[in-house]
T-cell receptor, first 118, second 111 residues
Framework: GAVVSQHPSWVICKSGTSVKIECRSL??????MFWYRQFPKQSLMLMAT?????????EQGVEKDKFLINHASLTLSTLTVTSAHPEDSSFYIC??????????????FGPGTRLTVL | GNSVTQMEGPVTLSEEAFLTINCTYT??????LFWYVQYPGEGLQLLLK?????DKGSNKGFEATYRKETTSFHLEKGSVQVSDSAVYFC??????????FGAGTRLTVKP
């Protein structure tokens, strides 16, 4: 159990276009999901916390209008990279925090989406 | 705020060598501690975890003990294999909120 999926796993787009990435919790409900960004050979950087039914909470330095987050249901959060540019190319990873907490306060991670902007 | 400091790599070992990757943390509360592994081109996979002081997490021959007195959670394996080559991340989570990651340590195991 506790599987998180992401779609697409890999996307290439032209500069100036928008790209939507989906994050789904397949077998549990998640009021809270998280979006991370990972540059090559670097660690994960938390971008924002996605809250079902309310606005996302963005980390300092992350542009809200650039990275639109919508948490439409208890199993789905989407990240839309608007007007993408080459510097937005990165590996985007989501995670979900099950509403039914276990003893370890664990998050479950999706497999990631590699975005390449030409 | 909460943070994790992790031994930076890269680390290169021969097969069957002993592995230690150091991890220390700073936290205001009583966080849960994790080690994640990332294979090339893939997302993060949970390797092991511990929720309180003196807990030992273990999986696939890897071990780490939650040491509150030294605020550490070092990862160890007695005999590494080529298939263990990956990037390892130490992380902490305070009450299930956002997770803070270390910088990651790239391990390469040579035959």
């Amino acid at each position: 159990g506790a599987v998180v999926s992401q779609h697409p796993s890999w996307v290439i787009c032209k500069s100036g276009t928008s790209v939507k990435i989906e994050c789904r919790s397949l077998d549990f409900q998640a009021t809270t999901m998280f979006w991370y960004r990972q540059f090559p050979k670097q660690s994960l950087m938390l971008m924002a916390t996605s809250n079902e039914g309310s606005k996302a909470t963005y980390e300092q330095g992350v542009e809200k209008d650039k990275f639109l987050i919508n948490h439409a249901s208890l199993t789905l959060s989407t990240l839309t990279v608007t007007s993408a540019h080459p510097e937005d190319s990165s590996f985007y990873i989501c995670s979900a925090n099950p509403d039914r907490r276990g003893p370890y306060n664990e998050q479950f991670f999706g497999p990631g989406t590699r975005l390449t902007v030409l | 705020g909460n943070s994790v400091t992790q031994m930076e790599g890269p680390v290169t070992l021969s097969e069957e060598a002993f592995l230690t990757i150091n991890c220390t943390y700073t936290a205001t509360g009583y966080p849960s501690l994790f080690w994640y592994v990332q294979y090339p081109g893939e997302g993060l996979q949970l390797l092991l975890k511990a929720t309180k002081a003196d807990d030992k997490g273990s999986n696939k021959g890897f071990e780490a003990t939650y040491r509150k007195e030294t605020t550490s959670f070092h990862l160890e394996k007695g005999s590494v294999q080529v298939s263990d080559s990956a990037v390892y991340f130490c992380a902490l989570s305070d009450q299930g909120n956002d997770m803070r990651f270390g910088a990651g340590t790239r391990l390469t195991v040579k035959p």
